[in-house]
C-alpha cells in the first residue's frame, strides 16, 4: 500500500469526525475545511475558513478532498477539483443540493418519485396543490435539510401562508404518500466502478428529524431491496460516483418504493453499520476514496441505532444494557441538535426492540419508538 493519506474533508460536524474515528486505523490524517465557523468535530486539523482565504494552505496539505456537508458554494468544490482529486465529484454535490435536479435525474433513470410540480410564486403553489390534489408537501429547492423549509398543505387555500412560511424563491410541490414506512438504502462504489450495498434501514422521522433506524428489517421482502439496489445502482453509475452515496425512499403498502431524496455521503441512518455491520460506512467510504478494496457489507445482527437529541440524558444508564454502543460528539446541549447516537444489537428483533424501549426511556427528549413491524 502507498503511505497513508492526508484526507481532506469539507465541513467539520459529527460525519466528519466519525470518517477521521474510521480513518486512523488506516494511518489517515485528517484536515477539515469549517466555512460556518462552527466546527464541532473535534478531532483532526481543524481550518476554519468563513471568507475563502485559507484554500491554498487547506490544499497544501491534503493529498485527496472529500465532504460531509452538501450545501457548498459548487464553484468552491470545481476550483478544488483543478488541484486535488475530489470524491464524491462536485457533479453529486450540484444534483444532490437541489431538488430540482435530484427529481430530474431520478425521472431521467425511471426511478419513480412522488408527483410533483416546480413553483415560483404563491399562485402557482395553490395551483399546484389543486392540480396535484391535497395534502401536499412544499419544500424550498435548495437549502432545506432536516424537514427545514418545509410545509404540508391540507388545502390549496392555504398556499399564500405556506409560500410566506417557507420564503424561497422556487419551491418543489410534492403529493403527500400514505407511506407504510420510510427507509434507506446506502451503497458505496470504489474508483473502479465496484459497487456493495448494505441492507436497508427502516428510518422513524419526527418533525423531519431522523430519531431511529432499524437495520436489517425482519419483514423485508428480498425483491424489495434489489429494487432499492438497482435504483441506487443507477444513480452510482450515471454520476460515475465514488464513495457512499445514501437514497431516502418511502415504502408504500404495496410493497412498491418512491424516491424521496438522496445525500452524497455518509448518513444518519447508517450509522447503525458502525457497530453492526462488518465495515462501517465511515470506512468504506474511505476506502472507495482512496481506491482501497471495498469491505463487506453484511450486517452483523439486528442493530437499531437511537439519535440522542437535545439532552443527553442518562448516558452511562444506557452504557449498563447489552451489547449498547454510544457515539457521542463532544457537542453542548440545544434543543434539536444531534449530540450522540446510541447503537443496539441483538440476535433476535424482538429482543432488539426490548433493548430499543429500555434506551428510549433514558432519554428525555426521546419520542416512543414505532416500527412498522411491531
Ligand atoms: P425531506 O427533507 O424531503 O426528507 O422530508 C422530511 C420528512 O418529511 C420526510 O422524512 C417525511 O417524513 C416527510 N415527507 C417529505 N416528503 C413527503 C411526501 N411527499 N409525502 C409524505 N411525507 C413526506
Redesign the pocket.
Known amino acids: 500500500m502507498e503511505k497513508a493519506m492526508n484526507i481532506g474533508v469539507l465541513g467539520a460536524g459529527q460525519l466528519g469526525r466519525m470518517l477521521a474515528l474510521a480513518g486512523y486505523p488506516l494511518a489517515n490524517r485528517f484536515t477539515f475545511l469549517d466555512t460556518t465557523g462552527h466546527p464541532s468535530a473535534g478531532i483532526g486539523d481543524v481550518m476554519i475558513d468563513t471568507d475563502q482565504k485559507h484554500l491554498a494552505s487547506f490544499l497544501e496539505k491534503v493529498d485527496l478532498v472529500t465532504y460531509e456537508f452538501e450545501h457548498l458554494p459548487v464553484a468552491l468544490v470545481q476550483a478544488i477539483e483543478e488541484h486535488r482529486p475530489v470524491h464524491p465529484s462536485s457533479e453529486a454535490i450540484r444534483v444532490c443540493q437541489n431538488r430540482a435536479e435530484e427529481k430530474a435525474l431520478f425521472d431521467r433513470l425511471a426511478i419513480p418519485t412522488?408527483a410533483y410540480r416546480l413553483v415560483e410564486s404563491a399562485e402557482e403553489l395553490e395551483a399546484a396543490a389543486r392540480e396535484l390534489g391535497t395534502p401536499v408537501?412544499a419544500?424550498s429547492v435548495t437549502e432545506?435539510?432536516?424537514?427545514k423549509g418545509?410545509a404540508v398543505l391540507k388545502d390549496p387555500g392555504e398556499a399564500a401562508d405556506a409560500w410566506r412560511a417557507i420564503n424561497h424563491p422556487r419551491l418543489i410541490v410534492?403529493?403527500?404518500?400514505n407511506?407504510v414506512r420510510?427507509v434507506s438504502i446506502i451503497a458505496v462504489r470504489g474508483r473502479d466502478g465496484e459497487v456493495a450495498f448494505y441492507p436497508m434501514a427502516e428510518n422513524q422521522?419526527v418533525d423531519?428529524i431522523l430519531r431511529y433506524s432499524i437495520a436489517p428489517m425482519p419483514d423485508l421482502n428480498d425483491s424489495v431491496q434489489q429494487t432499492a439496489d438497482g435504483y441506487i445502482r443507477a444513480l452510482l453509475d450515471e454520476l460515475d460516483y465514488v464513495g457512499v452515496l445514501t437514497l431516502?425512499l418511502?415504502q408504500c403498502a404495496d410493497g412498491g418504493l418512491l424516491a424521496?431524496?438522496m445525500a452524497p455521503r455518509v448518513h444518519n441512518s447508517g450509522h447503525w453499520t458502525m457497530d453492526g455491520a462488518v465495515t462501517s460506512q465511515f470506512e468504506n467510504h474511505l476506502r472507495a476514496i482512496q481506491g482501497l478494496p471495498l469491505g463487506d457489507t453484511a450486517a452483523r445482527m439486528p442493530t437499531c441505532m437511537v439519535n440522542v437529541i437535545g439532552r443527553e440524558g442518562e448516558l452511562a444508564a444506557i452504557l449498563a444494557l447489552p451489547d449498547a454502543h454510544l457515539h457521542r460528539y463532544d457537542k453542548s446541549e440545544r434543543a434539536g441538535r444531534k449530540l450522540a447516537h446510541v447503537n443496539l444489537l441483538a440476535p433476535t428483533h424482538e429482543a432488539l426492540l426490548k433493548r430499543v424501549h429500555a434506551c428510549a426511556a433514558l432519554l428525555p427528549e426521546a419520542p416512543e419508538p414505532r416500527f412498522s413491524f411491531e
Request: charged share 30%; net charge negative; hydrophobic share 30%.
Open positions: 412522488p408537501v419544500k432545506g435539510y432536516d424537514g418545509q410534492e403529493a403527500f404518500v407511506f420510510e422521522h423531519g431516502e418511502f424521496n431524496e
